[in-house]
């Protein structure tokens, strides 16, 4: 928790310390399923700081030990932020790949709460297809989800949000707040569905 409470401040060098001592811990245990969480946190310290190399490594540990525990919840949210980490890497086709199964072991995990997350994902793709008014509107649809739930995205989803935003608001131009607004207030599954 220490680890993630200095992410959230973004003080990244002090929660990889406190994610390592913490890995450290649930190695020595042998409990498996106390890896998870430092893992999780390790590669996202890594993705937050652009360290690709080091990040999709962590990644891919954290995926496996999930499947070996049947955590399709978190399994989802790995696969996710590994999608994101093959997108910036330019493997197209296997972040779609990942973002799929994401979405399916969500749906299978009846995990709703990563509905905005996820849909992230889509918009990244939609916006490097050049679909770029879906990808809006689906922005549009994450900000309003997530004000009526009262959450925020974890630090490194908002790095990709803003990213996302950014490349809208390039391609285009003042219309990126009209087709924003249209997704605004609308379903979230819908929007991002296909």
Known sequence: MLARVAIRLGHLDEGRAHAEQALAVARRTGEKGLAQQPLHLLAGVA???GDLDRARPLAAE????????????????????LGHLELHDGQ????RELFASAREN???????????ELALGVA????????????ARILG??????????LVLDPDE?????????KLEA?????????????????LREVSAG
């Open 158 to 166: 908002f790095l990709e949000e803003q990213s996302v935003r950014d």
């Open 124 to 135: 990244a793709v939609a916006t490097l297809d050049g679909e770029f008014a879906r990808a």
């Open 106 to 116: 969500a749906a299978k995990a009846g995990a709703d709460e990563l509905v905005p």
């Open 62 to 81: 954290a995926i496996a030990a999930h499947e070996a525990l049947g955590d399709l919840r978190m399994l989802a949210i790995e696969q996710h932020n």
């Open 141 to 150: 649809a994450i900000d309003s989800f997530l004000a009526a739930a009262n």
């Open 47 to 49: 993705r937050l700081a």
């Open 171 to 187: 391609a285009l131009g003042g219309s990126f707040a009209e087709f924003y607004r249209e997704g605004a207030g609308k379903d």
């Open 92 to 95: 197209v086709d296997r972040a």
